[in-house]
C-alpha cells in the first residue's frame, strides 16, 4: 500500500507531463469503447433483424440446403402439422421456444393489370399471428428502427398481404394504398395504333375462391400472382394488398410479398398436397440455441429432417462478425500502441530526472525489486486514472448519442437505423477493455522501470 502512496506522490511531482499520460490513455480509451460499442450495437441489432423475420432455427427436410433452391417442390415439408406437434408437445422445448412457425418461399410474377404493370417478386406464406409475435422479439432492448414491423395482418383474412414500398411504387399502388410519399411517376408516352386491352387474370382466379366471396374486397389494391405449382402448371391467385411495410433490405423492399400461408399454398400447391418450406422456431434466448437443437435432434428423426440454427442459415451473419472483430482488432492495437509509447515516454522521462534520487534509494538499502515495483506502480496507477476517465466520458457520450436517436442507412438498407453506442450488451466488453488499457500501461512502464533498477549505485549517486 505504501509503494501506491508513493507511486502517486510520483505522478504528480510533474503534473503537465502526466496530465498529458492521463489524458492519451483517456483518448484511446474513449476510442476503444465507443468504436467497440458501436460494433456491438451492429452486431445485435443484426441478430435481432435476423431473430425477428426468420427466428433462432429452422427445419427443412432432408437435403433442402442443398437442392431445394434448384427443386423446391421435391424437398417441401409434408406432414409437417405432426412435427409441430412433436416440437409443442416436448416439456423441455416449452420452457426455450417462444414460437414456431410453418412458411412457404416461393418465386412468381406479380400484376397490377389496372395499372398495366407487372414485376417478379419473391413471396412467402407466413401464419399472421404467429408472424408479428416473432416481430416483437426483443431479448436485448433495443431501438432498431423507427418503422412499425407489424404485417397487420390476420389469421381469418385468407387473401391479404403486404407488400414493401420500393414494390408498392413499381406497381402503381400508391393510390390505392393512400401513400404520400412516393415519387410521382411520369406519364407513359402513347404510341399511334390500335390499343391492345390489358391481361387480366382476374377470370382465372374465380375458381380459388368460394361462391359469394369477391377475389378483390371493396376498397382495396389487388395483385394477381402467377406461379408454377409442385407439379409445374402455372396457377394464378388474387391478393388484396392490406398495407405497403418499409422492410429493412431494399432486395426485399421492391420485392417481397407476405401473404397468409393458407394463399401461398393455394398458389404453389394448387389441389396437391399442402406443404411448407419449413418450420421456424423463435427462443427466447439466443444463448439457448445450442441445447435447444440438441433436443430437437433427439426426438425428430435425424434421417428425414435438417436443423439448423440461424447462423447456418444465415451465413452472412457470421461473416459480418468476424469483419467487425477484425476491425475492432486492429483499431483496438493502434489505440494500444499509442498508450505504449506515451507511457514509456513518460516513464522513461521520470526516471531520467529521478537517478540521483534511485542512486540515494539503492544506497539506503531498497533493492533493485524495489525500484522496479516502485516504477511498475507508477505505471499502473497512470493506467488506472487514464482508463477509468476513458470509460466514464465514454459512458457519458454513448448516453447522449443513444438519447439523441441519430439515425443512418447502412449499405443496401431501404430504412434508416439508429445510430447507438452500448457498452454492456457483452458483459465482459467494459471490463476487458479496462483491464486490456491498464496492462499495457503497466507493462509500458517495465522497460523505464528495469533501466532504473539496473543502475549502479556509484554511478546513479555521482551523476550531474
Known sequence: MRTFTIAYRNIYRNTRRSLMTVLAIAVSSVSVLLFGGNILSIIYTLQTGYVRTSGHIHIYKSGYSRYGATNPAAYSLGDYEQVLRTITADPQLQSSVRAVMPFLYFQGIAGNFAADTSQAFSGIGILPSIFDRFAGWDDYHLKVTKTDISTGLKDADATGGVVGYGMADRLDLCGPLRLDDCPPRPEPKKKPGKNVPAMDFSALTESDFPAGTSAQDAGSARLDLLAATSGGAPNVVTLNVRKAMRMGSKAFND??????????????????????????????????????????????????????????????????????????????????????????????????????????????????????????????????????????????????????????????????????????????????????????????????????????????????
Open 255 to 464: 420485392g417481397l410479398i407476405i401473404m397468409n400461408l393458407k394463399l401461398a399454398q393455394q398458389l404453389v400447391c394448387g389441389r396437391a398436397e399442402k406443404k411448407v418450406t419449413g418450420l421456424m422456431l423463435q427462443l427466447d434466448h439466443t444463448k439457448d440455441i445450442p441445447q435447444t437443437l440438441g433436443r430437437l435432434r433427439a426426438i425428430l428423426p435425424g434421417d428425414d429432417l435438417e436443423i439448423k440454427s440461424f447462423q447456418e442459415v444465415r451465413p452472412m451473419y457470421g461473416q459480418t462478425i468476424s469483419m467487425f472483430a477484425t476491425i475492432f482488432g486492429f483499431v483496438a492495437f493502434i489505440m494500444g500502441v499509442i498508450v505504449l509509447f506515451t507511457t514509456v515516454n513518460t516513464m522513461s522521462m521520470s526516471v531520467m530526472e529521478r537517478i540521483n534520487e534511485i542512486g540515494t534509494a539503492r544506497a539506503l538499502g531498497l533493492r533493485r525489486s524495489d525500484i522496479m515495483r516502485q516504477f511498475v506502480a507508477e505505471g499502473f496507477l497512470l493506467g488506472v486514472i487514464g482508463t477509468t476517465l476513458g470509460a466514464v466520458a465514454a459512458l457519458a457520450i454513448s448516453g447522449a448519442i443513444n438519447w439523441a436517436e441519430v439515425t443512418w442507412t447502412p449499405p443496401d438498407y431501404a430504412t434508416p437505423v439508429f445510430l447507438s453506442v452500448h457498452l454492456f450488451l457483452q458483459p465482459l466488453f467494459l471490463p476487458a477493455c479496462w483491464l486490456g488499457l491498464v496492462a499495457v500501461a503497466t507493462l509500458s512502464s517495465l522497460i523505464p522501470a528495469r533501466n532504473a533498477a539496473r543502475m549502479m549505485i556509484v554511478d546513479a549517486l555521482r551523476h550531474n
